[in-house]
């Protein structure tokens, strides 16, 4: 076998091995985790959705709802990807939203697992993945 051949085989070998883990680490954003089906972000937190976001690309929670339910923010040159999109805030910020849905982290969780925030007033759920 030629050095070529070998090289191209190992480069090949090496792709496919890593295939998976790379699909994984490039399908969510930096500071969005999946842990057993749930998102998550970068300190183990539940993300949840808010039903109340109706209006494709914009967030209806703001004042003391973002307060109580801090946005999912999204770097100023943050690139929508698969199911992952970016929605401008009212106030300017940027804020991943996952199918369509803006996401958010619930005060009242403190630690990784916290899922308190699941089914606050009816309309808050665990964002699935």
């Known amino acids: ?38 998102l998550t972000n ?36 943050a690139m929508p990807m698969g199911d992952w999109s970016v929605v401008t805030r009212d106030e300017g910020a940027k804020q991943w939203a996952y199918k369509g849905k803006p996401l958010y982290t619930f005060i009242q969780d403190k630690k990784s697992g916290d899922i308190t925030g699941e089914g606050k007033g009816g309309v808050w759920h665990i964002a699935k993945h």
Do not use: E, H
């Not at 050095?3 to 930096?30: D, E, H, K, N, V």
């Not at 494709?56 to 946005?71: D, E």
């Open 1 to 38: 076998m030629t050095y070529a051949r070998f090289a191209a085989l190992a480069l090949a070998t090496a792709i496919m091995t890593a295939g998976p883990a790379f699909a994984q680490m490039s399908s969510t954003p930096g500071n969005v985790k999946i842990a057993s089906g749930v």
């Open 42 to 77: 970068s300190d183990g937190l539940t993300l949840y959705t808010f039903d109340k976001d109706i209006a494709p690309g914009k967030s209806a929670c703001n004042g003391q709802c973002l307060v109580n339910w801090p946005a999912v923010t999204a770097g100023a040159d």
